[in-house]
């Protein structure tokens, strides 16, 4: 089981036992296995919102291992995204010419049990991601960099400044991204440190933040969220469409519209990808499409985000709406130059009724 870093910026983690006990579930032999495929963490807060006394309850399911994680998974996909042939370092992938994903860190302040990265890896050793971003300074017309993990907001202030001022130097980049889900599991994480470090980067940060469940968006997420927007830095999201946990018409458009009450912009609802032992958490394309197309009479255009497929070709995302179903099942789009991407979905399990 991977351990807590003393360089780990965030509150501290409840003891595991004491975890369990309050999502009334057992630390046993099964979560024990389960956490050496992708660990257990749980900051106090986020426990806070979820139902102990509910076998169903949403935010349990994503915090809590199943068995199913550890059993065979004939629907899962080795790669679930193409990220395996698109790497140029260890710690940098690039599926488009303009923008590559930098992994700062393999770390989480939570580990949601839906995660494509589950596999881990090691840390970044020291100099490692210095040399990893003086590689890209020789990708010609790379303009936009993406913090990725893990979530790279466990890293310390002080080291995000250094990244920043390391980023800085690749001579054609124009903006920087941030993708964490810290301010849902760890607001306190939202510091005038932070803001700081923000304000110290040489180049625009964007950042998405990863909500999945209208009860994240409690009063402590709020307050993180107003601090960062007051600081001037814009803010998107982007959500997981996860089978017992959003997958309704309501309770999304609860999410997206408030998101975008809080100035917060939804960006995309990605369809789940298909990583071993996450078969609780799928959808097929004809039930998410149905969501999505029964979701745009329930939101305003603007807080309404793309729904995509991240491709297990490696050629990235797609709008799901582009896509056509040759056959049932199997989906294919074409994609820029003239290749043709295909994609075999599995069969539907509760077609959308409208409910």
Known sequence: MRRESSFMSGSPALPLEEAARRLGVSWDAMA???????????????????????????????????????????????????????????LVLQKYADRALLLVTERCHFYCRFCFRADGGREPAPGELAEAIALLAKRPGLRELIF???????????????????????????????????????????????????ESAPLPVWTVVHATHPRELRASVLGALAKWRRGGFPLMSQSVLLRGVNDDVGTLAALFRGLYREGVKPYYLHHPDRIAGTARFRLSLTEGLALYRALRESVPGPALPRYVLDLPDGTGKVPVESLVEEEPGLWSVLRPGGRRSVYRDIAPRHPYTGS
Request: glycine residues 6%.
């Open 148 to 198: 990725s993990g893990g979530d790279p907001l466990v890293l310390p202030n002080a080291r995000l400044e250094e990244l920043f001022a390391l980023c800085g130097e690749l001579p054609e980049l124009e903006t920087l991204r941030i993708h964490t889900r810290a301010p849902i599991h760890d607001p306190a994480r939202v510091d005038d440190g932070l803001l700081t470090a923000l």
């Open 32 to 90: 024990r296995r389960a956490a050496r495929r992708l660990p257990l963490r749980f900051p106090e807060e986020y426990l806070e919102i979820v139902d102990p006394e509910d076998p169903e309850d949403p935010l349990r399911r994503i915090a809590w291992p199943h068995p199913e994680e550890l059993e065979a998974d004939p629907e899962a996909v080795p790669d679930p995204v193409g990220e395996g042939g698109r790497r140029l370092h260890r």
